[in-house]
């Protein structure tokens, strides 16, 4: 079946380092999501990126979605404290509904 | 105040019980969904649902069942089958292939 996998798992940074995580289906997805968990809650979504080598930007946080529509990165510059947390991506199946969510990185940021 | 609500927070269950969590939206969404997280790891699907009196098995559907009987209802039933239930259950809805919004999760504990 349909696979996300997301890389690193743990990812530990200084304050103001930079921070990437990497997202790869086994298929070609329709769109991929991003989404933010802060310990203790629940995912909130970020972004979804639905064209061909898209790219977009928030504030520090820049996603990209391959050519193939097979991969995907999320890059945050400067990170800060309050970026802790785990990332996770989310691809959308081009035959249905199906939203397969990557295992997601986990985020830990040193004051 | 449009949203998704899960109950209850938490929930213990004893060995052999069958225990049945809420999920209700009033969002207008179609497709709902249900997702197992255990510590520290990523969300997987157990059941979706496209529209009403419809539903598919996720990855691990296994020990649960869902009903969908109205459009804004989605409750999850953990089974006495299901061998190793303790884990953070998350709801979520979403219009088809867009961004899905997330409850605040039950987490469930077999005592």
């Known amino acids: 079946g349909q696979q996300v996998m997301q890389i690193p798992q743990y990812q530990h940074v200084q304050e103001g380092e930079d921070f990437t995580t990497y997202c790869n289906s086994s298929t070609t997805l329709s769109n991929i999501q991003w989404y933010k968990q802060r310990p203790g809650g629940h995912p909130v979504f970020l972004i979804q990126?639905?064209?061909?080598?898209e790219v977009k930007k928030q504030k520090r946080l820049t996603f990209q979605f391959g050519e193939a529509k097979k991969n995907s990165s999320l890059h945050i510059t400067a990170t800060q404290t309050t970026d802790v947390g785990t990332y996770f991506c989310a691809g959308g199946d081009t035959g249905g509904f199906k939203t397969i969510f990557g295992a997601g990185t986990r985020l830990f940021v040193k004051a | 105040d449009g949203g998704i609500t899960q109950s209850p927070k938490y929930l213990f269950r004893k060995e052999g019980q069958n225990v049945t969590l809420s999920c209700e939206q009033n969002?207008?969404?179609?497709?709902m969904y249900w997702y197992r997280q255990d510590p520290g790891q990523g969300l997987r699907l157990i059941y979706y649902s496209q529209i009403v009196n419809d539903f598919q098995k996720g990855d691990i559907a296994e020990g649960y069942s869902v009903s969908r009987e109205k459009k804004e209802s989605f409750p999850l039933t953990v089974t006495s089958a299901q061998k190793n239930p303790t884990a953070f259950y998350l709801c979520?809805?979403?219009?088809?292939?867009?961004?899905?919004?997330f409850g605040q999760g039950t987490r469930l504990t077999v005592v």
């Open positions: 979520a809805s979403s219009i088809v292939n867009t961004e899905a919004f």
């Open positions: 990126l639905v064209k061909s080598g």
């Open positions: 969002l207008n969404h179609d497709a």
